[in-house]
């Protein structure tokens, strides 16, 4: 099983449609959960940021952590077609705070059509 | 807002060459990476350092891979002998202190012809 899996899509809806993208990983000592936005040819820029499990809001963006299911959303409400990139999820142990060792999705290919 | 910057942007080389990649950090961040990311590939942990040492690396970094901060905001990565399999966006990122957020960024996509 891969540590981290989270579906490549692309995955396409129109402007104003609430996105949900997950991730689903093995590892129980994960505890640092992420997500990041990338565009093309460009670096993962940090999204969302979640410590253990929860629930946390910035503006249009939402992030669940469950660890019992091991299963991380990220939920985008009122889409627009800016949005439009590959999402990443990431995660790391708390033993691995430190070192900085993220381990990431596959990346999920977003498009918000106008 | 302060950034992670990275250059050059683009580097081609033949096989066998050694390159450079160089990146200055955000500039009270401690803490400092390298990831990879073939194309189409997910993005891959190389190495982190802290306080002038390497903390933690993966498979990857191998002997042909090093790291060093030569002053207060240059951090390299070089790669001796360049392969072929070595063409991939390498980014660099950094991190205030332990157990917070990273910070990448935008990468430098290196051929190897």
């Known amino acids: 099983q891969k540590e981290v899996e989270q579906d490549p899509g692309p995955l396409s809806v129109p402007e104003g449609a609430i996105v949900s993208l997950n991730c689903t990983y093995s590892?129980?000592?994960?505890?640092?959960f992420m997500w990041y936005r990338q565009y093309s040819r460009k670096g993962p820029e940090l999204l969302m940021y979640?410590?253990?499990?929860g629930n946390k809001e910035d503006g249009r963006f939402t992030a669940q952590v469950d660890k019992s299911s091991k299963y991380i959303s990220l939920f985008i409400r009122d889409s627009q077609p800016s949005d439009s990139a590959t999402y990443l999820c990431?995660?790391?142990?708390?033993?691995?705070?430190?070192?900085?060792?993220?381990?990431f999705g596959q990346g999920t290919t977003l498009q918000v059509k106008p | 807002e302060p950034e992670v910057t990275q250059t050059p942007s683009h580097q081609v080389t033949q096989m066998g060459q050694e390159v450079i990649l160089r990146c200055v950090p955000i500039s009270n961040h401690l803490y400092f990476y390298w990831y990879r990311q073939i194309l189409g590939q997910k993005v891959e942990f190389l190495v982190s350092f802290y306080n002038n040492e390497i903390s933690e690396k993966s498979e990857i970094f191998d002997d042909q891979f090093s790291v060093e901060r030569p002053d207060g905001s240059n951090f390299t990565l070089k790669i001796r002998s360049t392969k072929l399999e070595d063409s991939a966006m390498y980014f660099c990122?950094?991190?205030?202190?332990?157990?917070?957020?990273?910070?990448f960024g935008s990468g430098t996509q290196l051929s190897v012809l």
């Open positions: 979640t410590y253990s499990s």
């Open positions: 990122a950094s991190m205030r202190s332990g157990g917070e957020k990273l910070f």
């Open positions: 990431a995660m790391i142990g708390e033993d691995s705070g430190n070192t900085g060792k993220l381990i």
């Open positions: 590892n129980s000592a994960f505890q640092y």
